[in-house]
Nanobody, 124 residues
Framework: QVQLAESGGQVVQAGASLRLSCATSGSALRSYTLGWFRQPPGKEREFVAAIRTSGHTYYGDSVKGRFTISRAYVENTIYLQMDTLKPEDTAVYYC??????????????????WGQGTQVTVSS
């Protein structure tokens, strides 16, 4: 079983930056695609970003150019650097692990393990 634990969510003002962390194991970083999703209040879970074992990264259209996903093998952690935050970025952010092929990387049903989530609130 893959352990995933998010942290770093907080209340920030629009335009600010924030970095989320997802602690996992070294084997997970080497074996699975790891992704970030978010779920705004009353809405469906939305793909944010993913990083494959190859190191290739993928982003949702609404965050492209503002968010950056990365991984650090030394810390067994993936990060989501979020810049120029907007009120519409307010959501619970989850990290998740997948064995999905590239065509399914944005599909939350293809992820088999999820963290508990961390709340990000962006005030206007």
């Amino acid at each position: 079983q893959v352990q995933l634990a998010e942290s770093g969510g907080q209340v920030v003002q629009a335009g600010a930056s924030l970095r989320l962390s997802c602690a996992t194991s070294g084997s997970a970083l080497r074996s699975y695609t790891l992704g970030w999703f978010r779920q705004p209040p009353g809405k469906e879970r939305e793909f944010v970003a993913a990083i494959r074992t190859s190191g290739h990264t993928y982003y949702g259209d609404s965050v492209k150019g503002r968010f950056t996903i990365s991984r650090a093998y030394v810390e067994n952690t993936i990060y989501l650097q979020m810049d120029t935050l907007k009120p519409e970025d307010t959501a619970v952010y989850y990290c998740a692990a997948s064995r999905a092929v590239l065509s399914s990387i944005r599909d939350p049903t293809m992820y088999f393990q999820w963290g508990q989530g961390t709340q990000v609130t962006v005030s206007s």
